[in-house]
């Protein structure tokens, strides 16, 4: 959940300084750095941290975007941070071995193979590609550069693990909210008053029914901090509850 909170916010600061900087200055990508560090520290998702930032930075380059520089040198700070810094790079090699874990991989269901006939994909990938075909139709498709590469990202992750699917997600997003705002223009061009309501209830109301309709057994109801009640075996929670506070476990790559 916090990895998660932390690709939001990459994503953002680099969003904010592609979008700013047309009109005046913004370095908000800066603060990309500190937060791969801070995010290292909590899961090895950070990695993508780095490759959000890259991208942005290399559209950038290609447009000769005004924020190149800031978003090259956001890119090389992180990069930097995170060579330096012992815990960034234990977990980032965590991250890069990973698809070595076989027998993890093989024994762990949160680690399936995404297929396409799991059903909670379905929305998610018709959104983002109907977000992409609505984006490269309209006019300005410089601006929606990193935007698409970040979706693209997101959908090749998918594609592997099934919980993956929320990091694509998220990666997704910004080509998302892009694709919204120009609905919600071409709908205001043509008149519409209720442009705006359409638009919140669609995505507030319409999405999330149809996305729990396609895919019930997804949703989780259960929430909160610690282990859960019949996730795993009873007597492993028993001996756990019952050993002294503090790190009992050694680090692992996949599990605890």
Known sequence: TLGAAALCATLYLCARTWQRTAAASDRSALGVAPLVVVWSALHPTAILGLVVVAVFAL???????????????????????ALVVPSSRALFAVALAHDRATLALALTDEWARTRLGDRELWLPALGALASLAAVVAGRDR??????????????????????NLYEGILLAAPLCGLATERAHAWLVARKLRAAPLL???VIGLVVPAVHLRLAPAELN?????????????????????????GRIMNDCTLGG
């Open 199 to 201: 638009v919140v209830l």
């Open 59 to 81: 559209a950038a380059l290609l447009t000769r975007h005004r924020a190149a520089r800031t978003l090259v040198a956001a890119t090389l700070l992180a990069l930097a941070l």
């Open 221 to 245: 109801t259960r929430f909160g901090v610690g282990p859960a009640d019949g996730a795993v075996p009873t007597e492993t929670l028993d001996v756990l509850r019952g050993l002294p506070a």
């Open 142 to 163: 410089r601006r929606a550069l990193p935007f698409v590469g970040c979706a693209a990202i997101g959908g090749a992750l998918a594609s592997r693990y099934s919980r």
